[in-house]
């Protein structure tokens, strides 16, 4: 399942997070790439060592917390290694699949994401393309907007011709490993939540939510 969440951030987070980041604190992206991947990866990510960079995850790891949207879709048991990309142009990020383990191994990546830090209007290509078996999804989101899509699958980032492209990507290991799973689930979620808000806690919503309840009892890990 792919899900987009339009304004994650308002402006005025999106200000906080896109106002300290310098261009000289970015580095070469190939150190946190697989041994693969770097091949294809040409891109520049903010350095661990700009004094800011963990109060801005901080703050991205907090929002994507709080909404409920996203805590539906992903039942995450932990967002980790966020990083924030600058692609100015001529960088690309050719076809990969992202690792299943990061952070030394301990922790599994099921779920990817990409937080649109600026404007599609600030550069031309640039696009996230998720390569399906019949089709390519091709994604520019407006800024403040979260595209969330299996790790499992292989995508790519398309050159940037012109511009800058700023985004936050990160991982997420979700309490639900199997994304067909998570999509039931996510759908009985909002299934039941729509008769609540119609109709409150009748006795459809109740057997919903018993379902609901009783899958996540039987398919988290
Ligand atoms: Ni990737």
New binding site residues.
């Given amino acids: 399942m792919l899900l987009s969440i339009p304004n994650l951030l308002s402006s005025e987070e999106l200000d906080t997070i896109v106002t300290p980041l310098k261009p000289e604190d970015f580095i070469d992206g190939k150190k946190t790439a697989g041994w693969a991947a770097k091949q294809v990866k040409q891109n520049t990510q903010l350095s661990t060592k700009a004094e800011y960079a963990q109060d801005i995850k901080e703050k991205i790891k907090v929002t994507l917390k709080d909404n409920l949207t996203f805590q539906s879709a992903v039942k995450p048991k932990a967002i980790h290694s966020i990083l924030i990309s600058r692609y100015e142009a001529g960088m690309s990020y050719g076809a ?1 699949v ?1 690792n299943a383990l990061m952070s030394g191994d301990s922790l599994r990546a099921d779920v ?1 994401l990409t937080l649109f830090l600026n404007s599609p209007s600030d550069y031309e290509g640039g696009e996230l393309v998720i390569e399906e078996v019949s089709q390519n999804r091709l994604i520019k989101l407006e800024a403040g907007s979260v595209i969330i899509y299996p790790s499992s699958t292989l ?1 790519r980032i398309n050159p940037v011709k012109s511009g800058v492209r700023l985004v936050a990507v990160a991982w997420v290991q979700s309490l639900v490993r199997d994304p067909a799973k998570r999509e039931i689930l996510f759908d009985l979620d909002q299934a039941r939540r729509s008769i609540f808000a119609k109709d409150g806690k009748n006795t459809e919503f109740n057997w919903i939510t018993k379902s609901y309840t009783n899958l996540l009892r039987r398919w988290t890990d």
């Fill in positions: 990969h992202d990817s995508h």
